[in-house]
């Protein structure tokens, strides 16, 4: 135990599935199961009616699924009544011909079957022609046609007889049903993450060193549901994917495999949260195909997982350990699983959520295009602004910051603000504060700059944003309330890049510029 809390962390407890213990837990009412733990189907077929006979008309097949006790009955009533039959017909023709009456068998007689007296002797005479032991005491003479006809009916019934039960016993010892004794399932299927997705999770072991040649494995969800149209389907069975497009559903079993089912969209398990599970009914089977390496037959081993044996939040403990020169497979941790962090939320509810808390892109409000500035700059550029209400979403998504994050962020505002109450005073000697502004005006004035010309009064201009590829760029210019800025001033021209002096224009555009 505590190797494994050193491994996997102090949080994961280690859980044993074990069904021979016991547990303080109220035990819940067993359910009736479509197909058994060990793989038998739990279907009983009644009221056939007339169509009984079709078991008759494939005899060798009825004769194979038989269980043990009446195929060895049957195998030795066959034989028997046979013997019998067949002893009787000896002993008829002997009965007929007057042999019986001749006890001595004197010399000047001869008999159909020599040293046949009576019922046992003709019993005798027929095992020993059936086995073929030849004791050379009885034998058939060639004064008895009849006998002979009848010796050669014996030898063709006794053949079919022979390859007919002995085929059926050779065929039910080979079938390869044993052959899944040694395939292993885990007792409980489990619900947890694998590579960030929810997954349905169960595990398959091979206890023999001989192989499973293409070994496959299928699952389905076996469920009572209602059509939209109020049909009812009871035990609906729909597919389980295990990996059937990617492959992964063909195993190479020599090692413990964990099999896994990615429950998403396509899922019939979409909508399966931990509290859900408990009011569920279902059953998963699982069926597991392959060929026997020694055989060449076909095995298929089967098992199912109630609702009740579904694990949500357990991982299956590591059973394969690096020796000396081979790898360790320990199969006492087989079934055992232990808890890990798991969202107890279905994979539909963990998608609206994502989609809910998903940020949404900032909006952008286009505006006109405003005069140009300068008289090197042609053509009209489009400008975007962000809007007073994307401000404030931005400073709603900055209050979700983490503390230290904020404390950052508003130093750096603190500094900001410094700088710009710190600035040279407007035009007029009039000093202002960015404080007694509004807040609309405070975010122009924190991101406006400042444009100087000599000889002339200053004015806050704001550069808008602009492509980098166009030929010319449109700037727009904001001024602060009468209050506080230098009454009309004289516009200012700013040389952006991309534009052209005056003196390098064609001469039809410097009358142009003149005449304005």
Not at 41 to 49: I, S
Not at 134 to 156: A, N
Not at 164 to 184: N, V
Not at 378 to 406: F, H, I, M
């Amino acid at each position: 135990m505590s190797a494994i809390r050193r491994k996997f962390g102090e949080d994961y407890q280690v859980v044993n599935t074990n069904r021979s213990m016991t547990f303080s837990a109220p035990v819940k009412r067993k359910r009736q199961r479509f197909v058994e733990k060990n793989g038998r189907c739990n279907v009983q077929h009644g009221n056939l009616g007339g169509e009984t006979s079709r078991y008759i008309s494939d005899l060798f097949t009825t004769l194979v699924d038989l269980k043990w006790r009446w195929n060895l009955l049957i195998f030795i009533l066959t034989y028997t009544v046979a013997w019998l039959v067949m002893a009787s017909m000896w002993w008829v023709i002997a009965y007929i011909r007057g042999d019986l009456s001749h006890g001595g068998h004197d010399s000047s007689y001869t008999p159909c079957v020599a040293n046949v007296y009576n019922f046992p002797s003709a019993f005798l005479f027929f095992i020993e022609t059936e086995a073929t032991i030849g004791y050379g005491y009885r034998y058939i003479t060639e004064k008895c046609p009849e006998g002979i006809i009848l010796f050669l009916f014996q030898s063709l019934l006794g053949s079919i007889v022979d390859a007919f039960l002995i085929g059926c016993m050779f065929i039910k010892m080979s079938q390869p049903k044993k052959r899944a004794e040694t395939l292993m399932f885990s007792q409980d299927a489990v619900i947890s993450q694998r590579d960030g997705k929810l997954c349905l999770m169960f595990r398959v072991g091979n206890l023999r060193n001989s192989h499973m040649v293409s070994a496959q494995i299928r699952c389905k969800l076996i469920k009572s549901r209602q059509t939209p149209e109020g049909e009812f389907l009871p035990l609906d069975q729909c597919e389980l994917d295990v990996g059937f497009g990617t492959g992964a559903d063909q195993l190479f079993l020599v090692s413990p495999l964990t099999i896994c089912h990615e429950i998403n969209t396509k899922s019939p398990f979409f909508d399966l949260s931990q509290r859900s599970l408990m009011n569920e009914q279902f059953e998963i089977v699982v069926i597991l195909e392959g060929i026997v390496e020694t055989t060449g037959m076909t095995c298929q081993a089967r098992t199912s997982y109630t609702e009740d044996e579904v694990l949500w939040g357990h991982r299956f403990l590591p059973v394969m350990s690096l020796e000396e020169g081979f790898f360790r497979v320990d199969y006492s941790q087989f079934h055992n699983t232990f808890e890990v962090p798991t969202p107890p939320y279905s994979v539909k509810e963990q998608e609206e959520k994502s989609s809910l808390t998903s940020p949404n892109p900032l909006p952008v409000a286009p505006t006109p295009s405003s005069p140009l500035l300068g008289n090197g700059s042609r053509g009209v550029r489009r400008e975007r602004l962000l809007s007073a209400d994307n401000a404030d979403y931005t400073e709603d998504q900055a209050s979700r910051l983490p503390s230290k994050l904020q404390r950052m962020s508003s130093t750096k505002e603190e500094h900001l603000w410094r700088a710009l109450k710190t600035g040279p005073a407007l035009p007029g000697d009039k000093a202002s504060s960015t404080g007694d502004l509004p807040l609309s005006i405070q975010r122009l004035r924190s991101s406006s700059i400042t444009a100087v010309r000599q000889g002339q009064p200053e004015e806050q201009v704001q550069l808008l944003s602009f492509d980098g590829d166009a030929e010319e760029s449109d700037v727009e210019k904001h001024r602060l309330p009468a209050a506080i800025a230098a009454p009309s001033p004289p516009p200012v021209q700013i040389a952006l890049v991309g534009g052209r002096p005056e003196g390098n224009l064609p001469p039809k555009l410097r009358r142009m510029n003149a005449d304005r």
